[in-house]
């Protein structure tokens, strides 16, 4: 199989080249394309494997991810249609934000049109593990490249819950450690927006974050059975029906969850999970009502 990727408006043309670039070194021969909208798909390209969506309007210093809301629900909403109508069954990473809400729209505008597949919906999350890996690497002097940080819950704030204990290879943090880590990585993107000043959020390292989330996708696509990767998906790991976890990918999506990330969980870790859960349960109430309560768009 030669696994072909459609990535719906990337960021901007550095952005769709830092994927390709970043994605030529896989086994596959993956394409990427970019599209000014997934309506103008040509017909040789319906049948791809992987839509990546990022489309949407950034953050100015001053605003929540949730202020994105009024207008990327939206965009989302739209162009999940398109793809439920294109390639049915191709994989879906949303970037668009705020993720905790458009990943739900996405699984109802799926559900809507017969095709959704849970284990082929991903919340792409994979900024907040390189933030975390980064962020660790430095803090310790490590190796980045050794380093692995677990990023359960969300992809907001204190959604954002970066299991410190579960760092491979294992660290010993102080308690001041672990306070400062866990902001600074749950203030990551606010971090970058307020020092772009108006010109937008992270753009360079979300398009690293999404070449390497894509190439792990294109990796399982093509049957390689040692893929993990944290992305916020349909779960059952806790009572909330989507949460960021670990999972194993396989050819078909989701294989497992990683369950054992949340056993033995430090009270810090417990204690953040338990207050992330209010927050994160209504993000995703609230995409999932948006696209319930929307009239129909006309055939
Ligand atoms: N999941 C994550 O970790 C991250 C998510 N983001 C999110 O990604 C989204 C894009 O951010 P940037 O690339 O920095 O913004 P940008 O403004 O640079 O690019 C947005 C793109 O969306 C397209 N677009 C706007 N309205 C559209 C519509 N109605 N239909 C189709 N395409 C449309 C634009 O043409 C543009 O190509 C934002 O929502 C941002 O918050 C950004 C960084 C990290
Ligand atoms: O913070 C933002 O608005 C963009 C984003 O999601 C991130 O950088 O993690």
Redesign the pocket.
């Known amino acids: 199989m030669s696994p072909l990727v459609a990535s ?5 043309i550095a ?1 769709v080249k830092g994927v390709a670039a970043d994605l030529s070194h896989c086994n596959t021969p993956a394409q990427v394309s970019a599209f ?2 997934f309506a103008e798909l040509p017909d040789s390209l319906k049948n791809v494997d992987l839509i990546i969506i ?6 100015k210093p001053g605003m929540t ?1 949730d202020d ?1 809301f009024k ?2 629900a ?2 989302v909403r ?2 999940v249609e398109a793809a439920a109508e294109h390639a049915p069954n191709a994989w879906i990473n ?4 705020p ?1 905790n809400s458009t990943v739900p729209i996405a699984a109802e505008v799926l559900k809507q049109k017969g095709v959704y597949n849970p284990r082929k919906l991903f ?6 593990v390189v933030r975390a890996n980064t962020f660790v690497a430095q803090k310790k002097n490590l190796r980045l490249i050794d380093v692995d940080v677990p990023v359960l819950g969300g ?1 907001a704030g204190i959604t954002i819950l970066p299991l410190l204990s579960k760092t491979r290879p294992a660290v010993e943090f102080s308690p001041e450690e672990i306070e400062e880590l866990t902001v600074r990585i749950q203030n990551g ?1 606010t971090e970058v927006v307020e020092a772009k000043a108006g010109a ?4 360079l ?2 398009a690293y ?1 999404a070449a390497r989330f894509a190439e792990s996708c294109i990796r399982a696509l093509d049957g390689d059975e040692s893929v993990y990767e944290c992305s916020f998906v349909q779960s059952e790991v806790t009572e909330l029906p989507f949460f960021a976890s670990r999972v194993k990918l396989c050819k078909e999506g989701v294989e497992a969850f990683i369950n054992a990330d949340l056993n033995g969980l430090t009270d810090y870790e417990q204690t953040a999970l338990e207050a992330l859960k209010p927050e994160l349960k209504a993000s995703i109430e609230k995409g999932i009502n948006f696209v319930k309560q929307s009239l129909p768009v006309a055939a």
Do not use: E, K, Q, W
Not at 123 to 128: A, F, I, K, S, Y
């Open positions: 719906l408006n990337l960021y901007d952005n000014t909208g990022p489309a949407g309007v950034p953050r991810r994105l207008i990327n939206g965009i739209t162009l949303i970037i668009s934000n993720v919340g792409v999350t994979t900024l907040d992809h993107g937008g959020s992270a753009t390292s979300m974050a």
